[in-house]
């Protein structure tokens, strides 16, 4: 089992920065692939990020590419994602997840924190 807790959103302006955490509670963190989701008003989940239990595989939406990193600290039980030069299309409830294999399907994840909301203002 594992518990996930986002925080780091916030209102900022275009050609900010923010880092989100997102931080595991449980023993096997270090099993589970991670990923960030987000979902804006009135749509769907989106994948954004997703990075490989040991933090050697990392994947991004086309979107985000180059902007956004996703990284993940074991030690620390600590995930994040470190959004750069943040676009009004941006804005979104972005969700911190976990599963057993590195996708881009959110049904391919077990489990799902409640969410921080990231505004970005133009």
């Known amino acids: 089992q594992v518990q996930l807790v986002e925080s780091g959103g916030g209102l900022v302006q275009a050609g900010d920065s923010l880092r989100l955490s997102c931080a595991a509670s449980g023993r096997t963190f270090s099993r589970y692939y991670m990923a960030w989701f987000r979902q804006a008003p009135g749509k769907g989940y989106d994948f954004v990020a997703a990075i490989s239990w040991d933090g050697g595989i990392t994947h991004y939406a086309d979107s985000v590419k180059g902007r956004f990193t996703i990284s993940r600290d074991s030690a620390k039980n600590t995930m994040y994602l470190q959004m750069n030069n943040l676009k009004p299309g941006d804005t979104a409830v972005y969700y911190c997840?976990?599963?057993?294999?590195?996708?881009?399907?959110?049904?391919?994840?077990?489990?799902w924190g409640q969410g921080t909301q990231v505004t970005v203002s133009s």
């Open positions: 997840v976990a599963g057993p294999s590195i996708a881009a399907s959110r049904h391919d994840y077990n489990y």
